[in-house]
T-cell receptor
Framework: AQKVTQAQTEISVVEKEDVTLDCVYE???????LFWYKQPPSGELVFLIR??????QNEISGRYSWNFQKSTSSFNFTITASQVVDSAVYFC??????????????FGTGTRLLVSP | ETGVTQTPRHLVMGMTNKKSLKCEQH?????MYWYKQSAKKPLELMFV???????ENNSVPSRFSPECPNSSHLFLHLHTLQPEDSALYLC?????????????FGSGTQLSVL
């Protein structure tokens, strides 16, 4: 069975601090995809990144970076020098390659990040 | 540019009312989804339409009835809801149905059932 755990319910930081959001997943598939989405107060989830299970290379995009470690089944997300605009709920999600016909994402419960000025 | 548009943004209804949620996508995608987002719970997939055919119905109560008249529009018809149905209802779309597909979400309808 698939499962995504985001143990941090809420994190509060002050602007310019670095913050890491944790994501641990469970799957029996050898081929799968991991995602991060951001949900700002406006409500819509915005895609941030996708990783397939064969690509463990870490990725950096501006102030965002992702650390994928299959050995610990983790896909953590770090924001460097956080800004107030980063305040949102962040979701980690998993999709198994055996899913066909439609995208069947399993989401974590989300981590609410509050960045104060 | 808003790729996925949902209306209304907010809805308050009594348990005996009938209402509909509307979703429209302007991305030329082939698959559309309804999700339910409740506090402190993971997003729950409710329904999926692929090429206008329903391909998933995740044990959703019959008081929720989806409709997909064409590949750009998706509706969720509501009747005799319960207070526990109060939640944010999100619509999403994807180009196709593969496991690697990104979902594009609307801003949701915040539903309150009194």
């Amino acid at each position: 069975a698939q499962k995504v755990t985001q143990a941090q319910t809420e994190i509060s930081v002050v602007e310019k601090e670095d913050v890491t959001l944790d994501c641990v997943y469970e799957t029996r598939d050898t081929t799968y995809y991991l995602f991060w989405y951001k949900q700002p107060p406006s409500g819509e989830l915005v895609f941030l990144i996708r990783r397939n299970s064969f690509d463990e290379q870490n990725e950096i995009s501006g102030r965002y970076s992702w650390n994928f470690q299959k050995s610990t089944s983790s896909f953590n997300f770090t924001i460097t020098a956080s800004q107030v605009v980063d305040s949102a709920v962040y979701f980690c999600a998993l999709s198994e390659a055996e899913n066909t016909g439609f995208q069947k994402l399993v989401f974590g419960t989300g981590t609410r990040l509050l960045v104060s000025p | 540019e808003t790729g996925v548009t949902q209306t209304p943004r907010h809805l308050v209804m009594g348990m005996t009312n009938k209402k509909s949620l509307k979703c429209e996508q302007h991305l030329g995608h082939n698959a559309m989804y309804w999700y339910k987002q409740s506090a402190k719970k993971p997003l729950e997939l409710m329904f999926v339409y692929s090429l206008e055919e329903r391909v998933e119905n995740n044990s959703v109560p019959s008081r929720f009835s989806p409709e997909c008249p064409n590949s750009s529009h998706l509706f969720l018809h509501l009747h005799t809801l319960q207070p526990e149905d109060s939640a944010l209802y999100l619509c999403a779309s994807s180009q196709s149905g593969g496991a690697e597909e990104k979902l594009f979400f609307g801003s949701g309808t915040q539903l309150s059932v009194l």
